[in-house]
């Protein structure tokens, strides 16, 4: 072999040697899928997952290109490894469990004025993220499920569910009319309304936590803390347990704020009315109201005493 095909067998095993490192680089890509984090009786709560790095599906792409992006996202494998996120001047480092999930509790005073507060990540997070530190003079808060209740869904129509879910950009997702409206004109009554105590609680996996942040940016929904299920199979990665799920989340923020009365928002696809109604029980003196999104056409879904249907708030 002359010098001039060893030359171009060099050339090409560079070239091979070069790719294999930009595509195994690219394979050790991370990226931390933070929640959002609150502050409030019990303490500072944060939590997360670090994962390989997906990009999300855009408003321009069709419905072929945003199934491929959402279904990768649904099953992006969580990566083991250390998380470092800062608020501020303070700064905190956790390893995650091998499906990349972590979470800290932190039981100490607050040491952030009311309002949201940036969360820095390394790895880099997906979609920006905050801390939220209620203004303790407020004294109204809101807690909202999701599907069909601020998003068309169509939750009792699993094939539409999926089509909605899977192929449409969060961009062209369709809110419910009025909803953002209506939380936003309730929050008003608070003297700081931007830090007043707003959850969105949904049992749609935590891997679309960039895709339903981006909505509710998008439709001028209030912002909140977006909370999410945890989908592994070291927490029994059920997507069916959502009462029990959506009771715990909801237990914790009302004693997270014992000062603050919260407006329940929901609609009867599922379990939201008893789900409410449980908790009307237990914290008689926390929930302003419970309006439901009627979409049931089931005559003879229960409806709970003291629960009102949603559409009289926007008339």
């Excluded at 129509?157 to 419910?176: F, W, Y």
């Excluded at 960039?210 to 439709?219: I, M, V």
């Excluded at 927490?235 to 997270?256: F, H, T, V």
Aim: proline letters at 5%; one cysteine or more.
């Amino acid at each position: 072999m002359d010098s001039g095909m060893l030359g171009k067998l060099a050339q090409i095993l560079l070239a091979v040697a070069l790719l294999a490192s930009v595509r195994l680089a690219a394979a050790d890509e991370r990226q931390v899928i933070v929640d959002d984090a609150w502050s409030g009786a019990t303490g500072y709560h944060f939590s997360g997952r670090l994962t390989e790095t997906h990009n999300p599906a855009s408003g321009g792409q069709g419905s072929a290109k945003t199934l491929y992006r959402n279904t990768r996202l649904l099953f992006t494998s969580g990566e083991a490894g250390v998380v470092a996120w800062q608020v501020g001047d303070q700064a905190w480092s956790l390893r995650t469990d091998d499906d990349g999930y972590w979470a800290l509790a932190v039981n100490q005073t607050q040491a952030f004025a009311p309002g949201w507060h940036d969360i820095v990540t390394e790895p880099v997070a997906s979609s920006p993220a905050g801390l939220l530190v209620v203004d303790p003079a407020n004294r109204l808060g809101v807690i909202s499920d999701i599907d069909d209740t601020i998003l068309v869904s169509d939750v009792l129509k699993k094939k539409t569910l999926l089509k909605n879910s899977l192929m449409v950009p969060a961009a062209r997702r369709v809110p419910v009319t009025g909803m953002a409206e209506l939380y936003g004109r309730m929050l008003k009554a608070n003297p700081s309304s931007e830090s007043s105590s707003v959850f969105y609680v949904s049992a749609s996996p935590k891997q679309l936590t960039d895709n339903l942040r981006a909505f509710l940016s998008q439709n001028g929904f209030p912002r909140g803390v977006l909370m999410l299920k945890e989908i592994s199979e070291a927490c029994g990665g059920s997507l069916l347990d959502q009462q029990a799920y959506k009771l715990r989340l909801i237990e914790a923020i009302l004693k997270a704020y014992p000062q603050v009365r919260f407006a329940l928002f929901g609609d009867d696809g599922e379990k939201d009315p008893e789900i409410y109604a449980e908790l009307q029980e237990k914290f008689p003196g926390q929930i302003e109201g419970v309006w439901i999104h009627r979409v049931n056409p089931d005559p003879d879904r229960v409806k709970f005493p003291g629960q009102k249907d949603v559409a009289g708030l926007l008339l």
